[in-house]
């Protein structure tokens, strides 16, 4: 299924695990803008699920910084931490369907298995996981998980791209585009340290708030094949997508809240108009010493 176009609801989707950079301010406001053209929406979502590094003050330095540069959202703000049981829903079908498994396997195990691989498969992210415990028997999982081991939720990849089949999801710009989710091997769809991840949220939530189309980073096209499985096992509408260049520093380095990327906080101490801002990046003019990663 694709995206009703007659009526277009756009998002911007940060994690609060730090202030936002000009990166994020580009891409807020190119999902606006889509928006605000076609008599559109467009929606906030704080991608919170990760305990450990989202902070309250980081959502409220977010709000500050858009309203400073004047992005505006419609309706209320959703917050991840608080779709949990959307999640846990989603997680128990696949369970049911047998298509996701528990891994026990630690970080240091995983990069041991495949350094002794020699040969490891890689993906966007670096190698694959091994799939070290896809096998393990039923009872097995089930006796570990009862003497409470740490473990992740995998999704069985193999059997994930045989039952849906071929796919293909619909770039703005580009048209149908073929998915190879299985190029990124058994990815994580619950977390040991959190309920849910990134690509069952994100997936899930898209289609919850009606998001018709999709404006993010080009570092996540591998993430849509993935997202675009999962839509088709869960049997979600697929969004148009479109995947902008990121931008980097004066050393190629792609612009992060660790790496101390130009934050919105520091442009406005220094008396950034945010008018002049917002024309210079819908210019793609942008600070001196950022520039996109194709340039």
């Known amino acids: ?81 608080q779709r949990l ?12 369907e047998g298509l996701v498994y528990p891994c026990f396997c630690t970080r240091a195990e995983i990069a041991a298995e495949i350094a002794a691989s020699g040969s490891a498969p890689h ?12 096998h393990l028997d039923a009872d097995v999982q089930a006796a570990r ?7 992740c939720w995998r999704l069985d990849m193999d059997k994930a791209v045989a039952r849906a089949g071929p796919l293909t999801w619909q770039d703005m710009d580009r048209g149908p585009i073929t998915a190879r989710p299985e190029l990124a091997g058994d990815v994580v769809l619950a977390r040991k340290d959190a309920p849910t991840s990134y690509h069952l949220a994100a997936t899930l ?30 049997d979600l509408p697929s969004p148009l997508y479109s995947h902008h260049p990121l931008l980097v520093d004066a050393e190629g380095n792609r612009l992060a809240k660790r790496s101390g990327g130009i934050s919105l906080a520091e442009l406005r101490g220094r008396g950034m108009d945010p008018a002049r801002l917002r024309d210079d ?5 942008f600070p001196v010493g950022i520039r996109l990663a194709s340039a």
């Open 205 to 234: 939530d898209d289609t919850d708030m009606g998001i018709t189309h999709v404006l993010r980073g080009d570092d996540l096209v591998a993430a849509t094949d993935i997202h675009r499985l999962l839509q088709a096992l869960l």
């Open 281 to 285: 990046l819908r210019g793609n003019r």
């Open 145 to 151: 998980i009862a003497l409470g081991d740490a473990h």
């Open 1 to 81: 299924m694709s995206a009703d176009i007659q009526h277009i609801v756009t998002r911007f989707a940060p994690s609060p695990t730090g202030r936002l950079h000009i990166g994020h301010a580009w891409s807020a406001l190119k999902a606006m803008d889509l928006a605000r053209a076609a008599g559109g929406v467009m929606r906030l979502r704080i991608e919170d699920i990760d305990g450990a590094r989202s902070r309250p003050e980081h959502v409220d330095g977010i709000i500050e910084d858009l309203r400073w540069l004047g992005v505006e959202w419609d309706g209320e703000v959703v917050f991840q931490s």
């Open 123 to 134: 993906g966007s992210d670096g190698p694959v996981y091994p799939g070290t415990c896809r």
């Open 85 to 96: 049981s959307l999640y846990d829903t989603a997680l128990e079908q696949l369970r049911h």
